[in-house]
C-alpha cells in the first residue's frame, strides 16, 4: 500500500492550470485628443497578442519493456481451433453478462434489499432458466456422458455374464452364413478405421500433455519478461519525475532572459504603439525645419537675383543706348540715300527704339528684412531640437529598464521561490522510498515463485504421468487391436474349418476379445475425465477466456453498482475508495496497451486538485499583482523644446507673406528687352544683305555681331537670374501661402503626441503590459501543458500493466485451459470410437477363434 499510495500522489502535480483572462476597459471619449487616441488603441486591441516562443522541453527518459505479450501457438493451434468450433457448436449462445451481472448483484450487494427480497423467488427462478437455457448444450453432452458413464460398466458385466451363460456370442459356435469372407473383410476394414480415429485421439490428448509441458517453461520466460518490465517501469519513474520538475528552469531561464531585456520588449512595445502618434508629429516639425532653411535659401536666391538685374539692367541699357545710336549714325550715312537703299535704312530706322530695357527691377520690394528675420531664426537649430526629441522618444526603452527595475528583481525572487516550491512538493512524497520497496518487493516475490518452479515441475511431472497412464489404457486397447488383426489375419486359413484354424489366428481372436474387455474396464473411467474436463475446461473456455479476449469481462466488472448500490465504480472504490470517479477496467487497460502514463491511465487527476497547486505555484496570484501594479512614467518625454516651438512660431512671422510676389511675377514674366536682340540682330543681317555690297552693308553687319555679344554676354546671363528669380518666388509664395496654417497644425499635432505620452500612455502601458505579461505566463502555460502531456503518455508508462493481463491470459487460457480442452477432446474421441471397437471385435473375433462346433450339411 505504501509504493502504490506514494506513485499516486507524486504523478498528481502535474495537471494545467485554468487559463486566466483579464478584461480590458475601452478608453473614454472626451476631446478631440482622447477621440484620436481611442481609434488608435481600439485598432490596436483588436489585434492579435504576437505568437510565443515555443520552447524545447527536451525528452523524457523512457525505458524498454521486454514482455512482447502475443502467442502464436503453431501447428497445434489447429487442434485448438477444433476444439473452440466444437464448443461453439455445443454452446453457440453469447456471453450471459446480464445474467452474470445479476448473479453478483443478489450475491454482492448490488441489489438493494427491499428490492431483493420483493422479487426473490422471481429472481432465482429466471436465473435458473437463464442457467439452463445458456448451458444446455453443456447439458446434453454431460448427460450423454453421464449415460455412457453409467451403461458401459452395466453392459460390460451383462455382456460378460450373457457370454459366460454362452449367449451373446459367447457359445464357441460358428454358423455359416452367406459370403463370410465379405463380411470379415468389411469387419476388419471398419475395425481398422475405428482404431485409426482412437489412435489419432490418443495422438492430440499426447501433443496437448506435451504442450502443456512446454508452455510451463514458457511460462517462466513470462513471469521473467513481466518481472522485469514492472521493475523498469518502478526505476524510471523516480527520473522521469525529476526530469518534470527540472524543466521548470527552462521556462524560469526564459522568462528571466525576457525580464532582463524588458526594456527592449515592453519598452520597444509600448515605443511601437506610441510611435503612431508621436513620429508622424515630429517628421511633420523637422519638414517645417526643412522648409525654413529652403525659405531662408529662396530669400537669399531672391536678393542676391535682384542685385544681379539691377546691375545686369543699367548695363545692359548702356550697352543698347550706345548701340543705338551708333546704328543711328550709320544709317545716316550719305548711301543711305540712294533711292532702294534709302528705302532699307529707313526700314532699319524704323526699328531702332525696339532696342530697349523692357524690365525695371529697380521698382521692386526688398526682401532683406524678411531675410535677416530669417537668420535670427535659424540661430536656433530647429533639427537639433527635433531630434532631441526623437533620441527622448526612443529612449523609451531605457526609461521602462529603469523604472521597473524594483520589479523584475522581485519577479526573479519569486520565480526562484516557485522552483523551490515545485522541487519541495515532488520531495514532498516518499517515492523513490516507496518505488525501491516496491522494487524490492517485486524481487522478493519472483524469487519465492522461482522457488515454486522445482514443487511445479514435479507436480506438472506427476500430473504428465497421469495423463500417459490415461492414454495407456487406450493404447492397450489399441495395442490388443492391432495385434489381434495382425495374428487373425496373417493366421487365418480360408481352407481351415472353424473348429480346425490355426494357433495364430486362434490367437489373433482371443487378442480382440481382450480389447473388448479392456474397453469395458476403461472406457467408463475415460468418459468421466472427459465429462469433467468438458464441464470445467469448457465453462473456463466459453465464461473466461473468450469474454477476456474480446474484453467482455471488463464490461461486466465496469457495471455500474455491481457491488453496492451506493458504489457506482468497482475499481476506483478498490484503488481509492471513491467509487465515484468514471475509471473502468477497460479504459484502464486500453491507455495502458496504448503504453499512456499511469497517471492517466488510473486518472489520477481526480486525487489531487492540482490546479489550486499551479494558481499558487507557476500561476501565482502575487506575480499577476507585481504586473498590475506596474507603472510607467514618459512625462519625462519631450518632444519639442520651448525653444523650437518659439522658432517655429518666429518662422511663421517672419513677414514672408508681406512680400509683393504679384509684382515679382510680372517683372519676371516681361522680357529683360523690348525685342528678342537675336532676332533683332538676324534681321538686321537680311536687311544689309538686300544693299549693294560696300562699308555700309559691313556697317550694317557689325552692328548685327554687337547686338549677338550684348545678348550672349548681358542678355542670357540676366535671363538665367530671372528664372532663379521666378523659382525662388513661386517657393516662398507656395510657403507663405500655407506657413500660418502648417505652424499651427504642427504645434497642435506635437502638443496631441505629448499629451498622449504624459496623459493616455497609461493605456498603452496597462495593454502592452498584459502583452508582455501573457508572454510570459505562455512560457509557463507551455511548461504546464508539456507536463501534462507528459504525464499523459510518457511518464510511468503502464504498458507492464497490460502485458501482465495478456500475459495471464496467455497463460491460462491458451497455455493450459486450450491445452486441458484439446486433451478431453482427443480422449472424448477415443471413448466415442471405443463403442464401435468393441461391436467390431466381438464381430471379428468370430472369424478368428478356434471353434467348439461348426456346421456340417451332408450331401
Known amino acids: 500500500m505504501l509504493w502504490r499510495a506514494g506513485l499516486v500522489l507524486l504523478l498528481c502535480w502535474g495537471s494545467t492550470g485554468e487559463r486566466r483572462h483579464q478584461p480590458r476597459d475601452s478608453p473614454e471619449r472626451e476631446d478631440r485628443t482622447s477621440k484620436l487616441q481611442a481609434d488608435s488603441v481600439s485598432t490596436r486591441q483588436q489585434r492579435s497578442p504576437p505568437p510565443v516562443e515555443p520552447l524545447d522541453f527536451g525528452f523524457v527518459p523512457s525505458g524498454v ?46 441489489i438493494k434489499l427491499e428490492d431483493y427480497r420483493k422479487d426473490l423467488s422471481n429472481n432465482v427462478v429466471s436465473v435458473l432458466l437463464q442457467t439452463i437455457y445458456y448451458e444446455a448444450g453443456f447439458l446434453v453432452c454431460v448427460s450423454l456422458g453421464c449415460v455412457f458413464l453409467v451403461l458401459t460398466p452395466v453392459v460390460g458385466l451383462c ?95 526564459k522568462v528571466l532572459s525576457d525580464l532582463d531585456n524588458i526594456g527592449p520588449l515592453l519598452g520597444g512595445r509600448i515605443q511601437t504603439q506610441l510611435e503612431k502618434e508621436v513620429v508622424p508629429s515630429l517628421d511633420t516639425a523637422l519638414r517645417m525645419a526643412g522648409a525654413l532653411r529652403e525659405s531662408k535659401e529662396a530669400l537669399e536666391s531672391v536678393s542676391s537675383s535682384l542685385d544681379v538685374l539691377h546691375e545686369g539692367t543699367s548695363r545692359l541699357a548702356l550697352r543698347l543706348t550706345y548701340e543705338r545710336t551708333s546704328l543711328s549714325n550709320t544709317l545716316s550715312d550719305p548711301a543711305c540715300t540712294n533711292g532702294a537703299v534709302s528705302r532699307t535704312c529707313n526700314n532699319i530706322r524704323i526699328t531702332l527704339p525696339q532696342l530697349g530695357i523692357n524690365s525695371n527691377f529697380s521698382g521692386l520690394p526688398d526682401v532683406s528684412p524678411q531675410l535677416a528675420s530669417l537668420e535670427i531664426v535659424l540661430k536656433t537649430d530647429l533639427s537639433n531640437i527635433l531630434q532631441k526629441g526623437y533620441s527622448s522618444f526612443n529612449d523609451t526603452p531605457r526609461l521602462v529598464q529603469q523604472q521597473t527595475k524594483n520589479v523584475v528583481a522581485g519577479v526573479k525572487a519569486m520565480l526562484d521561490k516557485i522552483g523551490v516550491e515545485i522541487i519541495g512538493f515532488s520531495k514532498m512524497f516518499p517515492v523513490e522510498a516507496s518505488l525501491a520497496n516496491f522494487t524490492i518487493f517485486l524481487s522478493q516475490g519472483q524469487k519465492n515463485m522461482e522457488a515454486y518452479y522445482p514443487q511445479i515441475d514435479q507436480l506438472d511431472f506427476y500430473r504428465w504421468i497421469g ?41 489373433g481372436g482371443n487378442l480382440l476379445m481382450a480389447g473388448v474387455g479392456f474397453s469395458f474396464i476403461f472406457a467408463w473411467v475415460l468418459m468421466g475425465l472427459v465429462s469433467a474436463g468438458f464441464v470445467v475446461g469448457g465453462n473456463i473456455e466459453k465464461l473466461f477466456c473468450e469474454p477476456l479476449a474480446n474484453r467482455q469481462l471488463f464490461k461486466i466488472i465496469d457495471t455500474p453498482y455491481m457491488v453496492h448500490p451506493a458504489k457506482k465504480n468497482f475499481l476506483p472504490g478498490m484503488l481509492f475508495q471513491n467509487p465515484n470517479i468514471n475509471l473502468t477496467v477497460g479504459s484502464m487497460y486500453r491507455d495502458c496497451y496504448d503504453n499512456n502514463g499511469l497517471y492517466h491511465a488510473l486518472q489520477l487527476e481526480t486525487m489531487f486538485n492540482i490546479n489550486t497547486f499551479l ?116 517657393l516662398l509664395q507656395r510657403t507663405a501661402k500655407e506657413l500660418p496654417v502648417k505652424v499651427t497644425n504642427v504645434l497642435s499635432a506635437i502638443d496631441e503626441a505629448e499629451y498622449l505620452i504624459t496623459h493616455n500612455a497609461s493605456r498603452v502601458v496597462k495593454q502592452e503590459r498584459d502583452v508582455y505579461m501573457q508572454s510570459l505566463v505562455g512560457y509557463f502555460r507551455q511548461y504546464t501543458d508539456w507536463v501534462k502531456n507528459s504525464l499523459t503518455g510518457e511518464v510511468s508508462q503502464c504498458k507492464p500493466i497490460s502485458n501482465l493481463i495478456d500475459s495471464m491470459e496467455i497463460i491460462a487460457c491458451s497455455f493450459i485451459v486450450d491445452s486441458v480442452n484439446t486433451f478431453w477432446f482427443g480422449l472424448g ?10 461391436i467390431l471385435s466381438v464381430k471379428l473375433a468370430k472369424y478368428y477363434r478356434r471353434m467348439d462346433t461348426e456346421d456340417v450339411f451332408e450331401e
Open 65 to 110: 519493456y521486454d514482455t512482447h505479450a502475443y502467442y502464436e501457438p503453431g501447428a497445434i493451434g489447429v487442434l485448438f481451433h477444433m476444439v473452440h468450433a466444437f464448443l461453439y457448436v455445443v454452446q453457440p449462445n453469447p456471453f450471459p453478462k446480464d445474467l452474470i451481472v445479476k448473479v453478483i448483484q443478489q450475491n454482492m450487494g448490488g
Open 159 to 253: 455382456f460378460c455374464v450373457c457370454r459366460c451363460c454362452d449367449n451373446c456370442g459367447g457359445e464357441m459356435h460358428q454358423r455359416q452364413g452367406k459370403n463370410p469372407d465379405c463380411q470379415r473383410g468389411f469387419y476388419t476394414a471398419a475395425l481398422i478405421t475405428t482404431s485409426i480415429f482412437i489412435t489419432t485421439g490418443v495422438l492430440i490428448a499426447h501433443a496437448a500433455n506435451h504442450n502443456i509441458t512446454s508452455q510451463i517453461k514458457s511460462t517462466r520466460r513470462f513471469i521473467s519478461t513481466n518481472m522485469r518490465d514492472l521493475k523498469t517501469f518502478a526505476n524510471n519513474t523516480p527520473g522521469q519525475i525529476d526530469h518534470l520538475t527540472a524543466q521548470y528552469t527552462t521556462a524560469k531561464n
Open 467 to 507: 495423463c500417459v497412464a490415461v492414454l495407456c489404457s487406450v493404447v492397450l486397447v489399441l495395442t490388443f487391436n492391432f495385434l489381434g488383426l495382425l495374428c487373425g489375419t496373417c493366421g487365418y486359413d480360408k481352407q481351415a474349418t472353424p473348429t480346425t484354424r490355426g494357433c495364430l489366428s486362434n490367437t
Open 615 to 730: 494558481k499558487t505555484t507557476v500561476f501565482n496570484k502575487d506575480l499577476v499583482k507585481v504586473f498590475d501594479s506596474v507603472s510607467i512614467d514618459l512625462q519625462g518625454i519631450v518632444l519639442l523644446e520651448q525653444d523650437g516651438r518659439d522658432n517655429l512660431l518666429t518662422f511663421s512671422n517672419a513677414g514672408i507673406g508681406d512680400i509683393n510676389y504679384a509684382a515679382y511675377l510680372a517683372e519676371v514674366n516681361k522680357g529683360v528687352t523690348l525685342v528678342d536682340l537675336l532676332s533683332f540682330s538676324n534681321e538686321l543681317e537680311a536687311q544689309a544683305d538686300l544693299l549693294p555690297r560696300g562699308a555700309l552693308e559691313n556697317a550694317l553687319k557689325g552692328h548685327a555681331s554687337s547686338i549677338r555679344q550684348i545678348h550672349r554676354e548681358q542678355v542670357v546671363p540676366m535671363e538665367q537670374a530671372m528664372s532663379t528669380l521666378s523659382q525662388s518666388i513661386r
Open 829 to 838: 474421441g477415443c471413448c466415442v470410437f471405443l463403442v464401435p471397437s468393441i
